[in-house]
């Protein structure tokens, strides 16, 4: 019925998605159901990346409350997989088996007119399980080009966008992995628009609820842009860049697309290093989830093209 309606009229779209939260009852905001919400966005996000439009994410849909436990992938029907010995498919969850908690799914279809074939790994390590406030960076990693992008999901506070303790957090992650070796390959026609894997998805307050099943509203913000405004407002004595002051950010749709194309994300990157940023995040936020998309695509802009 739902469906039926939304395709009446863009006023009614709006009103229907407007009153989707009411399907369910079970709406959330603690730490773990905000963290589920939070993964769960990226999820939709890096899926979508990687071929798969969300509409027809069923797995999303089949998703099953009692048995996520600490990560929200763990409720999802996608193929459960066993990690395999000299392979990249399973090496997140072995390297961080002993760690806190892992979950792996993988998605693959060749059907239809696009195809999809990717892997995703959730760690909650120890500290976050045992109650610890812990964040997400989400990291989705095209094996092909060697493309990594990582996004860090903040929540806007009281005295500015950022907490005290999460941009100390973020600070320490950020020195810990500026100075890994990336081993980058460049070729003539390849370009982009960011070179740097580290964006900050903000999103607006909304609880964690079952019944959504879209990516969430807010912002997607380039590290670059947050530390200079972190830095022109600590110079006039204030505590930290409120959303107001960013003029400028990404939808979610626009950074997919544009992630999609090669546009954004650092390319050439081996996976061993990438694996070493998701050391960093469990040591620093406590959560990560790793997208690792095996799909062979056009790239827009010319880096690292697959028939």
Not at 58 to 66: A, G, Q
Not at 159 to 180: A, I
Not at 239 to 253: D, E, Y
Request: proline share 5%.
């Amino acid at each position: 019925m739902f469906t039926s309606l939304l395709r009446i009229s863009p006023e009614v779209e709006a009103e229907v998605q407007r009153l989707m939260p009411l399907l369910d009852e079970a709406q959330g905001w603690s730490e773990e159901e905000l963290r589920w919400r939070d993964e769960r966005d990226a999820l939709l996000l890096f899926a979508k990346i990687a071929g798969l439009p969300p509409s027809d994410f069923s797995e999303v849909c089949l998703w099953d409350r009692p048995a996520a436990r600490a990560a929200f992938v763990s409720g999802l029907t996608g193929t459960a997989i066993q990690p395999m010995l000299d392979d990249v498919r399973g090496r997140v969850a072995q390297k961080f088996s002993d760690t806190g908690q892992t979950a792996v799914r993988a998605f693959a279809s060749r059907r239809g007119r696009g195809s999809h074939d990717f892997e995703a790994t959730s760690i909650t390590g120890q500290w976050v399980i045992d109650g610890g406030r812990g964040s997400l960076d989400a990291y989705y990693y095209h094996v092909d080009t060697g493309t990594l992008v990582v996004l860090r999901y903040v929540r806007p506070g009281r005295d500015g966008l950022f907490s005290l303790e999460t941009r100390d957090c973020l600070d320490v992650f950020h020195r810990r992995v500026h100075h890994l070796s990336r081993g980058i390959r460049w070729s003539a026609d390849d370009y982009g628009l960011l070179d740097d894997p580290l964006f900050l998805r903000v999103h607006e307050p909304e609880p964690f609820t079952a019944a959504l099943y879209r990516t969430s509203s807010g912002a997607i913000y380039p590290y670059g842009q947050i530390a200079a405004a972190i830095s022109a407002e600590a110079r006039n004595g204030l505590q930290g860049p409120s959303t107001a002051a960013l003029t400028r950010h990404l939808v979610p749709t626009d950074f997919a697309r544009l992630v999609r194309d090669g546009w954004f994300g650092a390319r050439g990157v081996p996976f061993e290093t990438a694996l070493d940023w998701v050391e960093a995040t469990i040591d620093t936020a406590g959560v990560a989830l790793v997208v690792v998309d095996f799909s062979h695509r056009q790239r827009g802009n010319g880096s690292g093209i697959k028939a």
